[in-house]
């Protein structure tokens, strides 16, 4: 047992010299920029401060949907402007779509995203990028997923990626005067990533493949204000990209009457601070969810769906220095929740 370790240590420490650390800004977690919700950390890798979970919850962590009970459609779009004049384009964006459709033995997720980002200060070029995930509750508090992914980028030279991500999800319950608390960890990007050349943290054209092969995340997140008007959750993450980085993600999130949410997010990225490539101004997010109803649609009443949930969102980053990014959203839950347990009747008391 103690080669086995000794040799695994070894070897860790061998792919961490061999391999230097230099992706383009933002390279790590490009695809969370599609979104209000990920733009501001409300989907992390526990779900967020105040927990939800979507077709895009795969992007951290594929084990978070496997208690979800609905199909979900997601879409988000994402504006960036760039105030540096020496870019030859100042506007890009990004989008992403998903569904999320549950089956009796387990959850499937399916997610497409498009990222168009140029600028010479965050130069992630252009790509289309997809991902499916299986996710299925091993018990009531334990949750297991697994996702692949994979996408072709261009802007310059042109590359492609072929991955798979691990994660787990525990549900912890109360822990002293954190309710809901629940703890989580998934295991990504176990493949070949983007490897073509890009403008790196250096500032030269000799980036390495991003995001990052054998990127590790674990979190804990929980609530500590439960009342009949408010909550409030705070979560926290940490990602250690093959050993060559440690990043923060704190969100904090406030929700009234469980329909207006607003969600606060900051990172640490402590290779982009060295570099000097990153600031501490943090992302603001505005979440408003409400019930609807579809009246005179058969093929809606005979689903269930005729009565089902949106959320709708926006949010705000100021990214690097120079780069903003604006994002709105959208999130349908065909059909509502079902929070009540079954009853079981042992006997008819009229008999």
Known sequence: MKKLLFTAFAAVLFMTSAYSYNPPAGGEDFMQLASPANLSGAKSVTGGALFDAGADS???????????????????????????AFNSKQIASSFQTGILIPFKLFIFNGYI??????FEEMNLGSSLNFKASLSKEISDKLSVGLGAGGGFSWGGETSWALYADLGAFYKWGDLGILKDFRIAGSLLNLGKMYSNARVGLDGTYNSTPYPTLVTLKAG?????????????????????PCFQNFIVDMNAQIAFKNAF?????????MAELIK?????????????KFSFDVKNNQYLEDNGWSQSEMTVA???????????????????????????????????ENE
Do not use: C
């Open 113 to 118: 995203n498009g990222t168009f980002v140029p």
């Open 314 to 348: 926006a949010g705000y980053k100021n990214l690097y220095k120079t780069v903003h990014a604006v994002s709105a959203g959208v999130d349908i839950d065909l059909g509502m929740a079902d929070d009540e347990p079954p009853q079981i009747t042992v006997w008819d």
């Open 276 to 288: 000097g490539r990153y600031n501490l101004i943090p992302s603001v997010g505005f979440i408003f």
């Open 261 to 269: 949410f607003i969600s606060i997010g900051e990172k640490f990225n």
């Open 220 to 240: 804990a997140a929980g609530t500590i204000l439960d009342t009949d008007i408010a909550k409030i959750g705070l979560g926290l993450d940490f990602t250690i």
């Open 58 to 84: 795969l992007l951290v962590n594929p084990a978070l949907t496997a208690g979800e009970q609905r199909v979900s459609l997601n879409a988000g779009y994402t504006f960036f402007y760039s105030s540096n």
